[in-house]
Antibody, heavy 123, light 109 residues
Framework: EVQLVESGGGLVQPGRSLRLSCTAS????????MSWFRQAPGKGLEWVGF??????????EYAASVKGRFTISRDDSKSIAYLQMNSLKTEDTAVYYC??????????????WGQGTMVTVSS | SSELTQDPAVSVALGQTVRITCQGD??????ASWYQQKPGQAPVLVIY???NRPSGIPDRFSGSSSGNTASLTITGAQAEDEADYYC????????????FGGGTKLTVL
C-alpha cells in the first residue's frame, strides 16, 4: 500500500524550531518529488514548498511566507522527507501534510497525502 | 490570500449535477488539480490534468477547463460527496510555485 506518515508535530514556543518527518512506503521514494502543505485551524490549504528528486537535482522551492525559515530535505535511503522549521511564529500553527508530487510542463499533482501532523506555536 | 478564486459554498440536491469552478491566470498555462477534503481528514485527489481520475474515484467526478477557468463536475451527487473542494495549480510564473483556491464547501441537500 502506498502510504505517507508524518510525525514530529507538537507544541512549541515562538522563535523555536521543530523538525517534521514524512516516512514513505509502498513506492520508490527516490523517484518522486515531495511537497509539504499546511492548513491553519478552520482555514484553507496552503502550499509550503517542495523538493525535487535527486534525478532533477534535489533542489527546493518555497512559499514566500516560509522562505528563509523553513528547509525541506530528503533521505532517499530511509524514504523520509523532512521539514525543518526555524524561527516559528504563532501564524505557523497548522496541520502539516506531506505529499507525493508529480509534475510536468502542464500540471502539478499531489496524488498521495499523509494524514497530517499538528504544529501549535504558542507561549 | 488565494490566487485562484472559488465560490465559498455551493449546494446540490441529492442525485443532481453540480459544477464547482476555479478561476485564475495560472489556469491559462496549467491544468488544475482538484482535492476533496472531509472534516478531520486529509485531502484526497479527485481530478487532475485534462480530465483524469485516480484509481478509486467514482466516474461521477469529471473535470474541464476553458481559458482561465477550471471546473469540477459531479454528475449525480451523493451524500458522501459533501465536503470541501480545493483547486490547485502551478503558478504562472513558471517557478514551480503553487497556488490554491480558497475552497468550496459543497452541501448535498
Amino acid at each position: 500500500e502506498v502510504q505517507l506518515v508524518e510525525s514530529g508535530g507538537g507544541l512549541v514556543q515562538p522563535g523555536r524550531s521543530l523538525r517534521l518527518s514524512c516516512t514513505a512506503s509502498g513506492f520508490t521514494f527516490g523517484d518522486y518529488a515531495m511537497s509539504w502543505f499546511r492548513q491553519a485551524p478552520g482555514k484553507g490549504l496552503e502550499w509550503v514548498g517542495f523538493i525535487r528528486s535527486k534525478a532533477y537535482g534535489g533542489t527546493t522551492e518555497y512559499a514566500a511566507s516560509v522562505k528563509g525559515r523553513f528547509t525541506i530535505s530528503r533521505d532517499d535511503s530511509k524514504s523520509i522527507a523532512y521539514l525543518q522549521m526555524n524561527s516559528l511564529k504563532t501564524e505557523d500553527t497548522a496541520v502539516y501534510y506531506c505529499t507525493r508530487y508529480y509534475y510536468d510542463s502542464r500540471m502539478g499533482v499531489d496524488d498521495i497525502w499523509g494524514q497530517g501532523t499538528m504544529v501549535t506555536v504558542s507561549s | 490570500s488565494s490566487e485562484l478564486t472559488q465560490d465559498p459554498a455551493v449546494s446540490v440536491a441529492l442525485g443532481q449535477t453540480v459544477r464547482i469552478t476555479c478561476q485564475g491566470d495560472s489556469l491559462r498555462s496549467y491544468y488544475a488539480s482538484w482535492y476533496q477534503q472531509k472534516p478531520g481528514q486529509a485531502p484526497v485527489l479527485v481530478i487532475y490534468g485534462k480530465n483524469n481520475r485516480p484509481s478509486g474515484i467514482p466516474d461521477r467526478f469529471s473535470g474541464s477547463s476553458s481559458g482561465n477557468t477550471a471546473s469540477l463536475t459531479i454528475t449525480g451527487a451523493q451524500a458522501e460527496d459533501e465536503a470541501d473542494y480545493y483547486c490547485n495549480s502551478r503558478d504562472s510564473s513558471g517557478n514551480h510555485l503553487r497556488v490554491f483556491g480558497g475552497g468550496t464547501k459543497l452541501t448535498v441537500l
